[in-house]
T-cell receptor, first 115, second 110 residues
Framework: DTGVSQDPRHKITKRGQNVTFRCDPI?????LYWYRQTLGQGPEFLTY????????KSRLLSDRFSAERPKGSFSTLEIQRTEQGDSAMYLC?????????????FGNGTRLTVT | RKEVEQDPGPFNVPEGATVAFNCTYS??????FFWYRQDCRKEPKLLMS???SGNEDGRFTAQLNRASQYISLLIRDSKLSDSATYLC???????????FGAGTRLAVHP
């Protein structure tokens, strides 16, 4: 399967714990995005990378959230001291940017439940 | 005001019906526009881009009105398989990120 893959598919954690998610984009894609989606809402932009550089981060994103993309390949999203409000589907997407728009290819997502 | 707003839905229509979804966006500098489709418990997938002159892809027609900051999607001859949530999506300057609307749910019944 050469699509975007995310791991784990599901994560249940207790409030206050740290969690880390992984995303493996399509190999030739240079852009990688993280979105969060809650029930009845569209995906909400969190952050994006061009290669290994994190170029934009949502103002709504708490400093408990951090993302990395070492070597411009896979990416990790870490949430520290999780809160119940962090419960959501975390979606990763990738695209190839050459100056014009290229469609985002989404992974299946990681569903986080904070108890 | 949200950056991208859509019809609240849900739309419940019989097979064969024509249905239209509307969307407005707040950033007049937005450059690119799209409709994505999301099936229940699945990831969003690109349905079609929206061009200034309007564009058609089979039973689907997308329109853009930059002056009114308005986007529409028309689905003709609805099929059961069209049942999904349709997300209006706007890209800012430089295609740096896509802003999604909350989505409009469509249910096509026999």
């Amino acid at each position: 399967d050469t699509g975007v893959s995310q791991d784990p598919r599901h994560k249940i954690t207790k409030r206050g714990q740290n969690v880390t998610f992984r995303c493996d984009p399509i190999s030739e894609h240079n852009r990688l995005y993280w979105y969060r989606q809650t029930l009845g809402q569209g995906p909400e932009f969190l952050t994006y990378f061009q290669n290994e550089a994190q170029l934009e981060k949502s103002r709504l994103l708490s400093d408990r959230f951090s993302a990395e993309r070492p070597k411009g390949s896979f990416s990790t999203l870490e949430i520290q001291r999780t809160e119940q409000g962090d419960s959501a589907m975390y979606l990763c997407a990738s695209s190839f940017s050459s100056g014009e728009y290229s469609p985002l290819h989404f992974g299946n997502g990681t569903r986080l439940t904070v108890t | 005001r949200k950056e991208v707003e859509q019809d609240p839905g849900p739309f419940n229509v019989p097979e064969g019906a024509t249905v239209a979804f509307n969307c407005t966006y707040s950033n007049s500098a937005s450059q690119s526009f799209f409709w994505y489709r999301q099936d229940c418990r699945k990831e969003p997938k690109l349905l079609m881009s929206v061009y200034s002159s309007g564009n058609e892809d089979g039973r689907f027609t997308a329109q853009l009105n930059r002056a009114s900051q308005y986007i529409s999607l028309l689905i003709r001859d609805s099929k059961l398989s069209d049942s999904a949530t349709y997300l209006c999506v706007v890209a800012g300057d430089g295609y740096n990120k896509l802003i999604f609307g909350a989505g409009t749910r469509l249910a096509v019944h026999p």
